[in-house]
């Protein structure tokens, strides 16, 4: 389960209101837009949570949403994140589940309308709320400990020169009448898609370069990504680092 969250806007209550769910302690001084191209962009640093919890605002026409993604603690295949959006009056407006790849972590919100043939028919040429998700190569950094040539060091120098990149996921809504097929790869065979930002910050999308092998794919100048300092993800170095030698 989620998390109860807040508008850093909301005028109902002041920055300093805590809210208690589930024994967790959330401080109204976490809630606001998510910024910069970083891999933890959407991260509540501060948040006392069991699980990173990420967030960012949705700007729709007249209001603004708190949206917030974590994992529950169970996955099966891939990674998994609930999904709530609020209002902000803190009414939950909606519930649901997002996939990505393995150890994929949110990474911003867009809607999405696509002609996707694996998707229900009914969605087809819809706008659709759509996370992306950064990609944090688990799965090559995997390949690469399973060559006994590599050390870690060596392994940290490959993934770092790949490209920086995310990807969009369809949230699978609780209310929704029709579902998606459980897990990744909704948008996977798209020819042709649209794509229109929703936060109410910078649209990261227009300094993004879209793949031409993924039309939901996008890459991350390196220039962007080293005035921040980010230019690799570090949990999958920590991963590597704690397993045995290949």
């Not at 150890?103 to 998707?119: I, Q, W």
Request: aromatic residues 10%; neutral net charge; charged residues 20%.
């Amino acid at each position: 389960m989620l998390l109860l969250a807040f508008l850093a806007e909301c005028p109902q209550a002041s920055a300093q209101t805590v809210f208690s769910f589930n024994k967790q302690i959330i401080t109204t001084n976490e809630w606001r837009t998510a910024a910069g191209f970083h891999r933890d962009r959407m991260v509540a640093t501060n948040a006392d949570t069991a699980f990173t919890l990420y967030r960012t605002i949705w700007q729709r026409t007249n209001e603004q949403m708190l949206v917030c993604l974590q994992y529950p603690g169970i996955e099966m295949f891939g990674t998994p994140y609930d999904v709530t959006v609020y209002d902000s009056k803190l009414k939950v407006v909606r519930k649901g589940e997002i996939t990505a790849y393995q150890d994929d972590t949110p990474y911003c919100l867009a809607e999405v309308k696509s002609d996707a043939a694996n998707l229900p028919e009914a969605m087809r040429g819809q706008w659709l709320f759509a996370v992306a998700f950064r990609k944090n190569r688990f799965q090559e950094a995997m390949r690469l400990h399973e060559q006994k040539t590599n050390t870690v060091e060596s392994i940290r120098a490959q993934i770092s020169s790949l490209p920086s990149e995310f990807y969009f996921e369809l949230v699978s809504w609780d209310d929704a009448h029709v579902k998606l097929k459980y897990g990744t790869g909704n948008l996977k065979h798209a020819s042709v898609s649209e794509v229109r930002w929703i936060e109410n910050g910078s649209n990261i999308l227009a300094q993004a370069e879209q793949s031409s092998q993924s039309p939901l794919t996008y890459i991350i100048p390196k220039k962007l990504l080293s005035s921040e300092h980010l230019l690799f993800s570090p949990p999958v170095f920590q991963k590597i680092e704690n397993l045995s030698p290949p």
